[in-house]
């Protein structure tokens, strides 16, 4: 239809010639096209739009185009101005250079930047049923605060669907778990095996290599694995078909029945390396108990809309089916529905099995980012201004010739534009070189997707919005020097432009002293993190989990081998070591009203011996008085203040802990010790002498002779479980490891700072340099009368030190601020008015950087003798 | 302003040589050919059928305008007609330095060709 078409007038090809090209050629060129066209609608040619289309952009080219022409102001302009442009930065070399180092630096922290945090926002992005899907949150209350819970039971997904059938159209479970996955002679520990339902792959949008989404997980044994575990397992063989054991209590046959994609693009918060069906459990007790909480359950429904009525009928839904156990327990629970889409960055659940990420921290990069690419873009805007009363002449001669302020702003603009492409080729090429340290140093995975539209459109606008904000200004103030004024020799006074120069140079150093001044402190309470007296003796002490039948059957006899080195000093076994998993649980003790929530740990007698926990008042559990019955109970300070009795009173009370069936008899009380991060407060623990629960073993080891300690560890485990591989991490370092995020955040503080003062004092270099050339004459005069070396060069510090003080004075109380605030999410910090020195170093270290800079530039000016530097006039 | 520009416009002018470039050449013959209709549209679609090149009459613009910078065509615009929307077209022709260029460069190769020994073209089979 279109094919056919006949060009009128108003068609844009009539009118784009009738805009651009030259007056005396448009009637020729709209005839041309017009038969042009007419004759293709004749021919049986295909594609003749496209053929129309080419013959009118071909039309576009210099002969035939109005600007080029020679009767066009614009002509000769246009086709000399990028010659005039490279000209023009080759003749200023040193702040061209310094322009595109500054913002070459500045654009490759911003492109590693942009990908780390894109590939941070974009996780489990990449399901079709994002917004839809939900997880099942449990919310609970400890002692009056709410905090949520990641795990639910088996029976929820099916008792939802069942009552909400109208609204959530699917739910899907997933269970991880570890096991000794085997394969022939291949054997390893894998803990990363999830068990889902049936539906998983359809539910989610991970990738299946091979395998059909329907039915690959269609029979209880069938076994779905990544990519990656298909090449660590079967190398180049095909997988399908092959069985393969997992080996927990027992040992169980599966039969792989697909391969899923696990590339770095597919980001999600579930972290698994293989897939089985849940109904692997079907067998086990707890699977179809409504208490039993260990899997994660997700919902599917429409819209947000009939999510939040869902959440409005959880107390009735709840009630229904924990009605009596909540009337018993004095304790409620609800639920609530987290929409996949926060699930990442939500990282204040608790029992939660999900991958998470940290938005403060990305908030911060993102910030240090922007911040970094002002201090670029106030480099360039300085030494613009500054070496604009080099151009000034050019300006004015530019003038007389008749050439507009319109066209001046344009040939600026274009020296900028050429100085950010250069940086941006060079950013690009250094950042993928760079990127591979870039990941080490910060302990990241960032690729780069150059070819992603998004990423360019991202390189588009950060070029437009540098252009405008870098180049504007000074362009504009150039194109305003009058040619009079600026040709017979007066010399340029800028009053006000001064102001603004010194003003980004204060920022500036803002900027370069806040972040100083933020690494210094956070590295202060990162130091105060790792040498805190946590309560306990955390050196030296091997943590090992108790992960296997062969070694569960074997406890005690393990213990006593173990013992029988000399480098082995105590051995623990434990639910949860410190910093490791505390279950909370609700007590109830005769006599005192109010229900306690308490977290606990299930321990062998030799739990605080091992650990080295003082003991405040009672006695420590003794190996002989173990009782299944009458449990012994100690409890720390916490517990014993919230549950507002004495110490006489408590010791021998009866305490009963509904939720484990466990009764048992209070012995002690031990001082508090930060079982948790620091980032929380103590909070109440009850410490239960079983034989069961535990989980982990902590070996206190002779510190001198570490090596020979853990060679005895790991011959006794191999000797008690020939089949499953030791897992051990020592407790200092698994205690240090809460600590990651923010230990990366120094990292990244410290690096960035780093970057900062470096283009500060690069801003600062051009800036000395070109007034130490302008000054030439007045210090060789200075000279004459008498001057030092040192006197000059003290001179022209001066008035640097004055800015960067005041660019103290304003980077300390927002760095207070800042710090303060950062703080807050630790419960034990350090008292930042003890480390008020600190700010100061940071205002002192850029002091520092920036007066060496600078000497080193005005000694060169300095030692210049007066003959020299005032011969000239 | 308006000095600066033709200063330039003279030493453009003096800049373009006269030797004939091989495309010049070719679209010389085709104008000769197409006589009374040789405008753009025409020459584009001769030289298509003539030799196989397919040029957009974009590209063949500035050509043109150089061969009349360099005085071997003539141009004057008429014969509006109906399927031009009523347009004039630009009808080439050649100028007797034109013809003279044309028939120099037939001279100097046909000079060339006799100097060249017979068996020199001769394809030789190994």
Redesign the interface.
């Known amino acids: 239809m279109f094919d056919q078409m006949n060009?009128s007038?108003k068609h844009f090809s009539m009118v784009l010639i009738r805009r651009l090209c030259r007056p005396e050629l448009i009637?020729?060129?709209?005839?041309?096209?017009?038969?042009?066209r007419?004759?293709l609608n004749s021919k049986k040619t295909s594609f003749k739009s496209l053929r129309y289309l080419?013959?009118v952009?071909?039309?576009?080219?210099?002969?035939?185009l109005k600007i080029f022409s020679?009767?066009s102001?614009k002509g000769?302009m246009f086709i000399l101005k990028p010659l005039q442009t490279f000209r023009t930065l080759f003749k200023h070399g040193t702040s061209s250079l310094i322009n595109i180092l500054g913002f070459t630096i500045g654009l490759m922290c911003i492109f590693f930047l942009y990908f780390y945090i894109g590939q941070e926002l974009s996780y489990d992005s990449f399901h079709r049923d994002r917004d839809k899907i939900y997880r099942v949150l449990r919310v609970s209350t400890i002692n009056g605060t709410k905090y949520d819970i990641g795990v639910t039971s088996g029976p929820y997904a099916g008792a939802l669907l069942q009552d909400f059938e109208n609204t959530i159209q699917s739910a899907c479970r997933a269970m991880p778990d570890d096991g000794l996955v085997s394969f022939e002679d291949k054997r390893f520990m894998e803990d990363e095996i999830l068990f889902a339902d049936e539906n998983f792959f359809q539910f989610f949008d991970f990738k299946l290599v091979s395998g059909d989404p329907e039915s690959v997980l269609g029979s209880p044994n069938s076994l779905v694995i990544s990519e990656t575990l298909a090449e660590k397992y079967f190398g180049g063989d095909n997988p399908l078909g092959k069985t393969i054991h997992i080996r927990q209590n027992e040992e169980y046959p599966f039969i792989i029945s697909g391969v899923f994609r696990d590339s770095e693009e597919i980001r999600s918060h579930l972290a698994f390396e293989l897939v089985g069906n849940i109904e692997f459990y079907d067998s086990r007790r707890w699977f179809h108990n409504w208490w039993s909480n260990g899997l994660i359950t997700y919902v599917k429904i429409d819209s947000r809309i009939e999510a939040a009525g869902i959440e409005q009928q959880f107390p009735s839904f709840m009630d229904k089916y924990f009605g009596d156990d909540f009337k018993r327990s004095g304790n409620r629970i609800n639920l609530k529905l987290e929409p996949m889409g926060e699930t990442y960055f939500n990282n204040q659940t608790r029992y939660d099995f999900a991958k998470h990420g940290d938005y403060n921290s990305i908030r911060i990069l993102g910030l240090v980012g922007i911040a970094i690419l002002f201090i670029a873009c106030f480099n360039y805007v300085n030494l613009a201004m500054a070496f604009s009363f080099k151009r000034a002449k050019e300006v004015g001669v530019r003038k007389v010739?008749?050439v507009t302020r319109s066209r001046l702003i344009t040939q600026f603009v274009g020296e900028s534009f050429l100085v950010l492409i250069v940086s941006f080729v060079v950013a690009g090429i250094m950042s993928e070189l760079l990127r591979p340290a870039f990941n080490s140093f910060f302990q990241l995975d960032v690729t780069f997707k150059w070819m992603d539209i998004r990423v360019g459109y991202f390189i588009a606008g950060l070029m437009v919005a540098l252009l405008l904000f870098s180049s504007l200004y000074p362009a504009a103030l150039m194109s305003s020097f009058r040619p009079l004024s600026v040709l017979n020799g007066r010399k340029i006074t800028f009053g006000k432009n001064m102001v603004l120069r010194k003003g980004l140079v204060i920022m500036q150093f803002t900027i370069s002293i806040f972040m100083i001044a933020a690494t210094l402190l956070i590295a202060s309470q990162l130091d105060f993190v790792r040498n805190k007296d946590l309560g306990f003796r955390k050196n030296a002490i091997l943590i090992v989990s108790n992960n296997n039948s062969d070694i569960r059957q074997n406890v005690e006899n393990f213990k006593a081998e173990l013992l029988t080195s000399p480098h082995v000093l105590d051995v623990s076994s434990m639910s949860g070591e410190p910093g490791g998993f505390h279950d909370a649980t609700t007590i109830q003790i005769p006599g005192v009203e109010k229900l306690i929530r308490m977290r606990t740990a299930f321990s062998d007698y030799n739990y605080l011996r091992t650990l080295g926990i003082t003991l405040t008042v009672g006695s420590n559990f003794e190996k002989e008085l173990l009782s299944e019955e009458n449990a012994a109970i100690i409890i720390n300070e916490s517990g014993l203040n919230e549950l507002g009795l004495t110490r006489e009173e408590i010791i021998g009370r009866e305490v009963t802990m509904p939720g484990w069936e466990i009764n048992g008899k209070i012995v002690g009380i031990s001082e508090d010790f930060h079982f948790s991060s620091l980032r929380d407060r103590i909070e109440p623990l009850i410490m239960v002498h079983t034989s069961d629960y535990h989980r982990q073993y902590a070996i206190a080891l002779h510190s001198e002779n570490l090596l020979e300690g853990m060679n005895h560890v790991e011959e006794t485990w191999t000797r008690f479980s020939p089949t499953f591989p030791i897992q051990y991490k020592f407790l200092d370092d698994a205690l240090y490891q809460l600590y990651e995020n923010e230990v990366k955040q120094n990292k990244v503080f410290s690096a960035f700072s780093g970057v900062s003062i470096f283009l500060a004092c690069l801003g600062i270099l051009g800036l000395v340099s070109y007034s130490a050339k302008q000054r030439q004459k007045e210090l060789g005069i200075r000279k004459i009368l008498g001057a030092s070396v040192a006197q000059i060069i003290s001179l022209v510090s001066k008035e640097y030190l004055v800015l960067i003080s005041a660019a103290a004075v304003l980077a300390i109380p927002a760095c207070w601020y800042f710090i303060d605030g950062w703080l807050e999410s630790f419960a034990y910090r350090i008292e930042i008015n003890a480390y008020w020195y600190l700010f100061l170093y940071g205002g002192i270290v850029s002091a520092m950087v920036a007066l060496l800079t600078i000497a080193l530039r005005t000694y060169k000016s300095a030692i210049i003798s007066p003959t020299e530097s005032i011969k000239y006039e | 302003m308006s000095f600066v520009h033709n200063s330039y416009k003279i030493e453009t002018n003096n800049m373009k040589g006269t030797n004939l470039g091989e495309f010049e050449e070719l679209v010389l013959l085709v104008v000769l050919i197409l006589q009374e209709q040789a405008y753009v549209l025409n020459i584009k679609d001769e030289i298509y059928s003539q030799v196989k090149r397919s040029i957009t009459m974009g590209a063949l613009h500035p050509t043109l305008t150089r061969l009349e910078k360099k005085g071997y065509l003539d141009s004057e615009l008429s014969g509006a007609t109906k399927e031009r929307g009523g347009r004039r077209k630009r009808i080439y022709q050649l100028t007797a330095a034109g013809k003279n260029a044309l028939i120099e460069v037939r001279e100097m190769r046909a000079g060339l060709w006799k100097q060249i020994p017979e068996f020199a073209l001769k394809l030789v089979h190994v």
Do not use: A, H
Request: proline share 7%; net charge negative; aromatic share 10%.
């Open positions: 060009v007038d009637e020729e060129i709209e005839g041309n096209l017009i038969e042009y007419q004759s080419l013959e952009f071909s039309y576009l080219r210099p002969s035939t020679k009767n102001n000769p010739l008749g």
